[in-house]
Structures are given as structure tokens and as C-alpha cells.
């Protein structure tokens, strides 16, 4: 990880916690990068002078999937969890504004590195299912390909599928003034909704499955990169959908 690109976007050294005149200064591992399709261990990128050798001579690689963006998931629920996943930003980082009674802001990941950008950007929200009990939601902003919305929707992606989109929408977001819509995808476990919005797909996938009763009205959205925001933001614990 190159200086710079922290985790937290704290500005301080990898592993390093506290600041401050007479802080003890704390060393803890981050999570070693991962595919974003399957959480294996990722091989670094080797830098190659022939760059004709190869289609992505850097890439980080994947056993099982081949070249891919790196996940990083050591982002916490914090105002500086939220900078680590600004900085670099290729696609949206969405939010649900007003937030759903009762619910909190539980953490980020992201996928890419400080060469790529970030490519793919997760949002995690928790607070109480409309039909009871908990419930869990991730926003996932990402490109074509990346695959982050179908491996937490809990399959093979990395994109919906050659069905998808085939009927009417099943639900909608709201940005900027404008209705997106959203369809529905067959996922086990969980409620799994995706679509383009400005140009990236948008996946939102609730657990449990009844929770998707949140999608009955249009849902809107804030995209967290927008300069000029003021919002305060209410942060919960780490969601457990967050791998790492």
C-alpha cells in the first residue's frame, strides 16, 4: 500500500492509531487486500518495464478470477472511514438521505488501489426491518465487471445476468431529480435490487429477504462525493456483511 492511501484516510501510517502530543502510538495489521469476487488473498501487482507483455502487467491478481481491483475493507464506520472510500472515487458512493427511521451508517469497502481509483465503493447500513427485527443493507457503486453487488448478493457475477431487466422495474431510486429504476434479482438469502445509475450499476441487497419491503417506495439517494454536503451522519458498529 502506497503512502497516502491509508485505510482510514487519516493520513497516518498503515497500522498506526492515535495522535496527538503524548499519544502512544498503537500498531495494528491491516487486512491484506482480497478479490472482490470471492475474498481470496490477492497476488500483488509486479511493475514490468515491457508493458506490452501483458494486458494489465500490474494488476493484483486472483487465483480463481484473474486481474482484479483489490477490496479494502479496513474502512471503519467514521467520518474517517468515509475519507478513506472518498479518496480517489472513480464511481458514486450512494446513501440513503434521510437515512430509514432508526437507522445507522455501519462501514465501507472498496475496491481499487491508489493507481486504479476506487471502482467499486460499498455502503453499510443497519436498524430495524419493517416487518421486525434487524436488518442489513449494503449500497454497492461499481463498474462494469468489478463484481463486489454480485458476490455479496451471494452469486457467481459479476454482473445480474443475460435475464436481467427483462420486465418492468421492481423498484426505483431517486438522484438529483431523477427516478432510476431498479430490477429485481433472484438471490438466495437476501432481497438483491440493481440497475444504472449515472453510468456505474448500483446494487442494494437487504437482508433478510423481508426487508426489502423498504423498496416499496422510491428511495433517495445522496452520492457522498458531492462537495457542499453538511450531513451528520449516524454511525453504528461494523456491519457484519462487511467481510475482513
Known amino acids: 500500500m502506497a503512502p497516502g492511501w491509508h485505510q482510514d484516510g487519516t493520513g497516518m501510517a498503515p497500522g498506526v492509531t492515535g495522535r496527538g502530543p503524548g499519544t ?17 488473498v490477492l497476488r500483488e501487482p509486479r511493475a514490468s518495464s515491457r508493458a506490452w507483455s501483458s494486458a494489465w502487467p500490474t494488476a493484483w491478481h486472483c487465483e480463481r478470477h484473474g486481474a ?40 465501507f469497502a472498496a475496491a481499487g488501489d491508489e493507481r486504479s481509483g476506487t471502482r467499486g465503493c460499498v455502503v453499510a447500513l443497519s436498524g430495524p426491518n419493517p ?24 452469486l457467481a ?52 429477504d423481508t426487508a426489502g419491503m423498504l423498496m416499496i417506495e422510491p428511495l433517495p439517494l445522496r452520492d457522498l462525493r458531492d462537495p457542499g454536503q453538511d450531513l451528520d451522519l449516524p454511525f453504528g458498529a461494523r456491519s457484519p456483511r462487511l467481510p475482513g
Open 24 to 40: 502512544v502510538l498503537q500498531v495494528r495489521p491491516l487486512p491484506a487486500p482480497t478479490c472482490p469476487r470471492c475474498d481470496s
Open 157 to 208: 457475477g459479476p454482473d445480474p445476468g443475460a435475464d436481467f431487466a427483462a420486465g418492468p422495474a421492481d423498484a426505483l431510486v431517486q438522484f438529483s431529480n431523477h427516478e432510476f429504476p431498479l430490477w429485481h434479482v433472484a438471490a438466495p438469502g437476501c432481497a438483491a435490487f440493481a440497475g444504472e445509475v449515472m453510468g456505474s450499476w448500483l446494487w442494494l441487497v437487504l437482508w433478510p
Open 131 to 154: 416487518v421486525g427485527g434487524p436488518g442489513e443493507m449494503l449500497l454497492v457503486s461499481e463498474e462494469l465487471g468489478v463484481g463486489l453487488g454480485a458476490r455479496f448478493a451471494g
Open 68 to 107: 482484479v481491483y483489490p477490496l479494502r475493507t479496513g474502512l471503519s464506520p467514521s467520518r474517517q472511514g468515509l475519507d478513506g472510500l472518498l479518496r480517489g472515487a472513480a464511481v458514486p458512493a450512494w446513501l440513503p438521505w434521510p437515512l430509514p427511521p432508526g437507522w445507522l451508517v455501519t462501514g
